[in-house]
């Protein structure tokens, strides 16, 4: 389970249970604030949390906040940094601000299990809320709006688009757009050791993994615990997973049968990141192939191989590394990253 599903669930699971619950979302950041906009942390009226706001630098200061939010019913709009009165006490003295939105009232149940569900059918949807009076409400960038503004509509969508939180201006004041996107999917092609660290790795990550082998002697569960697999031909596979912008593709066999229909599917499809595991003789061949099937100069351009970050890796783990913090680079910084 995510981390952000988690912060749900616990949430729900406490106000089901009948205590007050106070939900802390990072709404704005500046300088070197450790954690993003759109970072949540949820408090109990026990004082018990789950979630991060700040990696830990403010966390104990949120916390106090929340549970008065409990008591009171009030929203908060908080700002810690080195400029802050606080800032020593707090803990963030190294340059960075942060802005923390804390609410009871917005949260409800009702919104809370629609939120769920929502991320349990992998639907985005963007949780919008109220700066000022704490009222949240859920707006689907693929639906119709369902009586939202048009303008937050439309910053909704473009945030959801961008895959980036943020707080814009809504019709009675500011408002906070915090995004669930789709998890990023990373689609391993072959069941090999490498990937037995890269899954784990971009599962720690955040990334939905699924590894794709039609040997079955490598495909097993044992070797990949926690990781879902898939014994089709690799063109069987991505069809029924579907590929896009949040879908990552990496072949690692060295065995055309199997590498080559994946690569040709993923240059077919407009998945940010496309690797394949080889050498750079094996990379020149390959390369050859798929221009015999059609594709040019421009398509394979989006290939990387040999995959990785150059950083001079030896073992497996570390070149699982190097396939990972490329991959990275990639969704955070564009296609020209290297």
């Known amino acids: 389970m995510s981390d952000r599903a988690e912060v749900l669930r616990q949430a729900a699971d406490w106000s089901e249970g009948g205590l007050g619950v106070a939900l802390a979302t990072v709404v704005s950041t500046w300088g070197s604030a450790p954690r993003p906009?759109?970072?949540?942390?949820?408090?109990?009226?026990?004082?018990?949390?789950?979630?991060?706001?700040?990696?830990?630098?403010?966390?104990?200061?949120?916390?106090?906040?929340?549970?008065?939010?409990?008591?009171?019913?009030?929203?908060?709009?908080?700002?810690?940094?080195?400029?802050?009165?606080?800032?020593w006490e707090v803990g963030l003295a190294c340059g960075g601000t942060i802005q923390v939105f804390v609410d009871r009232a917005g949260l409800t149940?009702?919104?809370?299990e629609a939120l769920r569900a929502d991320l349990a059918a992998k639907r985005p949807v963007v949780l919008a809320i109220d700066l000022g009076s704490g009222a949240a409400r859920l707006i689907h960038p693929a639906g119709d709006?369902?009586?939202?503004?048009?303008?937050?509509?439309?910053?909704?969508?473009?945030?959801?688009?961008?895959?980036?939180s943020r707080q814009v201006q809504g019709p009675g004041g500011p408002v906070f757009l915090r995004v669930y996107n789709q998890p990023v999917r990373l689609v391993i092609v072959g069941a090999v050791h490498i990937a037995q660290s890269l899954a784990p790795m971009a599962q720690l990550a955040g990334y939905e993994v699924v590894v794709v082998d039609p040997r079955r002697a490598f495909a097993t569960a044992p070797r990949f615990q926690g990781v879902e697999l898939s014994t089709e031909w690799p063109d069987e596979a991505l069809k029924r997973l579907g590929l896009g912008r949040r879908t990552a593709v990496v072949t690692m066999t060295h065995d055309p049968k199997i590498d080559d229909p994946a690569l040709a599917a993923a240059l077919r499809s407009d998945s940010f990141y496309i690797g394949a595991l080889g050498s750079k003789k094996t990379q020149a061949a390959r390369r050859q192939r798929l221009l015999t099937q059609g594709f040019d100069e421009a398509a394979l351009a989006r290939l990387h191989g040999p995959v990785g970050?150059?950083?001079?890796?030896?073992?497996?783990?570390?070149i699982a590394v190097s396939i990972l913090s490329e991959l990275v680079a990639c969704l955070r910084k564009g296609s020209a990253a290297r």
């Open 37 to 87: 906009a759109g970072s949540h942390l949820v408090v109990n009226e026990k004082g018990e949390f789950v979630g991060s706001v700040s990696g830990g630098c403010i966390e104990g200061a949120v916390v106090r906040e929340a549970l008065a939010s409990i008591q009171d019913g009030k929203p908060r709009l908080l700002e810690y940094g080195v400029t802050h009165d606080r800032a």
């Open 109 to 112: 149940r009702d919104t809370l």
């Open 145 to 164: 709006g369902g009586g939202v503004d048009p303008a937050l509509l439309a910053a909704a969508r473009a945030a959801a688009e961008d895959d980036q």
């Open 309 to 318: 970050l150059s950083i001079g890796a030896v073992s497996t783990a570390e």
